[in-house]
């Protein structure tokens, strides 16, 4: 039989990433809470943590553990909040891709209600990786049709649009050959998932244009495009004023922006709530 504290004591390591940090969360000594998990580990057959130098990792074992370990813990705060005659209040943790526009997000905290909402942003990369985890139930992110790790919902798909101060020469125009913007100085979004193919587009056409700022943030990138420090290639959701956005004639590449659900999260996703049917309903594939 596993106790509850035991759990407690894993969900802790897997939430702070290591285990003096996860020792001081649930107010025990670091050699006590290493014992749970040895203990838990026994009791298991299997080894949930590899420990480097730096930070504690989950193993296949741990990952497999880390969904129901998340679930029943949840359900412990439920009949707990039954028996004392409180109806709790449902905390959301979801997962945002950084290169979703801002004005996509502004409107999630009025649709959540009387629920809570904790929004974690992130690369796709460590967004997956926190779902595999269990740190957060549902991610705002790429869908790329693989749907055999995670359940997925497409939301929206879009394309790719130059961004170029209002002012531009060019500005006025539906549609820009690369060609035509040799010499141009270039913001370069660090996080865009098709920066690989929006370089290769502009290479393959003798295109190389100087790099005049390197940013993960996309709100930033948008405010210096308008200020005329250069252009950029951005999703299509993005707008400000000020800011042109015509495509870049023959780039095709698109994405497709989705919920990607935890395994613990079933309950949820069935359960819909403000913040996911407005997400449903306002960006309908």
Same mark, same amino acid.
């Given at each position: 039989m596993i106790?509850r504290?035991?759990? *407690?004591?894993?969900l802790?390591?897997?939430? #702070?990433? @290591?285990?003096? *940090? ?14 749970g998990?040895? &203990? ?6 299997? &080894? ?6 730096q ?5 296949e074992?741990g990952t497999?553990f ?7 813990? @949840?359900?412990?705060?439920l009949?707990?909040?039954a ?6 209040a449902?905390?959301l943790?979801?997962?945002?891709l ?5 004005v996509a997000l502004?409107?999630?905290?009025e649709? @959540?209600?009387?629920?809570?909402l ?5 690369t796709?990369? @460590? ?5 595999a985890r269990?740190?957060i139930?549902?991610a ?5 049709g693989?749907?055999d *790790? ?9 394309g ?8 531009h020469r060019?500005a ?9 913007? %040799?010499?141009? %100085?270039?913001i370069?979004?660090?996080? #865009?998932?098709?920066l ?5 587009h502009?290479?393959?056409r003798?295109v190389r244009p100087?790099l005049?700022? &390197?940013?993960?943030n ?7 495009v308008?200020?005329?420090l250069?252009?950029?290639v951005?999703?299509?959701?993005h707008?400000?004023a000020?800011v042109a956005?015509?495509?870049l004639a023959?780039?095709?590449a ?14 949820l996703r069935?359960a819909?709530g403000?913040?996911?049917?407005a997400?449903?309903t306002s960006?309908s594939?």
């Amino acid at each position: 039989m596993i106790d509850r504290y035991l759990l *407690r004591y894993f969900l802790a390591v897997l939430d #702070c990433g @290591s285990f003096s *940090r996860a020792a001081a969360q649930v107010n025990v000594a670091q050699p006590t809470l290493s014992v749970g998990i040895a &203990k838990l580990e026994r009791l298991l057959g299997a &080894k949930l943590f590899e420990r480097t130098s730096q930070r504690v990792h989950l193993t296949e074992a741990g990952t497999r553990f880390a969904a129901h370990a998340r679930r029943i813990e @949840s359900e412990f705060n439920l009949a707990e909040a039954a028996m004392l005659g409180v109806e709790p209040a449902r905390v959301l943790r979801l997962g945002v891709l950084a290169t979703i526009p801002s004005v996509a997000l502004a409107t999630l905290a009025e649709a @959540s209600g009387d629920d809570r909402l904790e929004l974690v942003e992130g690369t796709e990369r @460590s967004l997956l990786q926190r779902l595999a985890r269990g740190r957060i139930d549902v991610a705002l992110t790429l869908v790329r049709g693989d749907a055999d *790790r995670f359940a997925q919902e497409p939301l929206w798909s879009e394309g790719y649009r130059l961004a170029l101060p209002a002012g531009h020469r060019l500005a006025g125009e539906d549609s820009i050959a690369a060609e035509a913007l %040799a010499g141009e %100085a270039m913001i370069v979004r660090r996080h #865009c998932e098709a920066l690989a193919e929006t370089s290769r587009h502009f290479i393959e056409r003798g295109v190389r244009p100087f790099l005049a700022f &390197k940013t993960t943030n996309d709100d930033r990138a948008l405010e210096l495009v308008r200020a005329g420090l250069g252009v950029t290639v951005m999703p299509e959701a993005h707008a400000l004023a000020g800011v042109a956005r015509p495509q870049l004639a023959g780039f095709a590449a698109r994405r497709t922006i989705g919920l990607v659900w935890a395994a613990h999260a079933e309950p949820l996703r069935h359960a819909g709530g403000g913040v996911i049917e407005a997400l449903r309903t306002s960006n309908s594939a």
